[in-house]
C-alpha cells in the first residue's frame, strides 16, 4: 500500500487538504496528515483541522509521495519551515512524487525542484521564479513532480494523484462513487 504525507500548517487551504486526503483515503491509500508541531491548525477558511501526527514523528516514517496544500499563510509557514524544504528535496531526490497545489508549488521553486521544469499553481504564485516553466492547465505532471492551480482543482488533482499510485481503473471506481 501506498504512504502519503500530507503537511499542514496554520492558514492551510482546508478544501485542498481536505480534498486530497478524504479522497486518497477513499482509495485505500494510507494518508498521514501532520502538523509542523502535532497541534491542531487552523485552516484558511478557519477549519480546525486535527492532523495524525508531528512532523517530526512522520518525518521517521517512509512516504511514496509528498502533497502540499497550499493557502496562505498556511504555504508561507510551510515554506519557512526548514524541515519541508529539507523533505521536499530528499524525496526528489529518492525519485518520489512530489506533489503541490494553489500557492505550494512555490515551496517547490524555493526548494529548486522546479527549475527548468513544467509546473502549474495558482495565478501570479510562480511568477518570482523565472527559471520555471509555467502553465496555464489545471494540473501539470513534469516526471513525478505534479503541481494544481488551486481549490477549484482539488478533486481532479487528487483524482491523479490515485491514478499515479494505484491505477485508472481504481481513479475511476473512486470518481464513480463520487456521482460526478
Not at 511514496?64 to 519557512?80: C, F, R, S, W, Y
Amino acid at each position: 500500500m501506498s504512504r502519503v504525507l500530507l503537511p499542514l500548517a496554520n492558514g492551510s487551504e482546508d478544501l485542498e487538504a481536505i480534498t486530497v486526503l478524504n479522497i486518497l483515503r477513499r482509495a485505500g491509500i494510507e494518508v498521514v496528515s501532520a502538523s509542523l508541531d502535532g497541534q491542531s491548525i487552523r485552516g484558511s477558511r478557519g477549519t480546525m483541522l486535527i492532523p495524525d501526527t508531528s512532523l517530526d514523528d512522520a518525518l521517521k516514517h517512509d512516504f511514496d509521495m509528498v502533497v502540499l496544500p497550499g493557502g496562505q499563510p498556511g504555504t508561507n509557514n510551510l515554506k519557512a519551515d526548514t524541515r519541508i524544504i529539507q523533505l521536499v528535496q530528499r524525496m526528489a531526490a529518492k525519485d518520489r512524487y512530489v506533489c503541490a497545489i494553489c500557492a505550494a508549488p512555490s515551496i517547490l521553486a524555493t526548494a529548486g525542484l522546479l527549475d527548468g521544469k513544467r509546473a502549474t499553481s495558482f495565478p501570479g504564485t510562480l511568477d518570482s521564479f523565472p527559471s520555471v516553466s509555467r502553465q496555464p492547465q489545471a494540473i501539470v505532471e513534469d516526471g513525478k513532480l505534479i503541481t494544481s492551480r488551486g481549490p477549484g482543482t482539488a478533486m481532479d488533482f487528487a483524482l491523479t494523484l490515485v491514478e499515479r499510485l494505484t491505477s485508472k481503473t481504481k481513479r475511476d471506481e473512486v470518481e464513480a462513487g463520487l456521482v460526478r
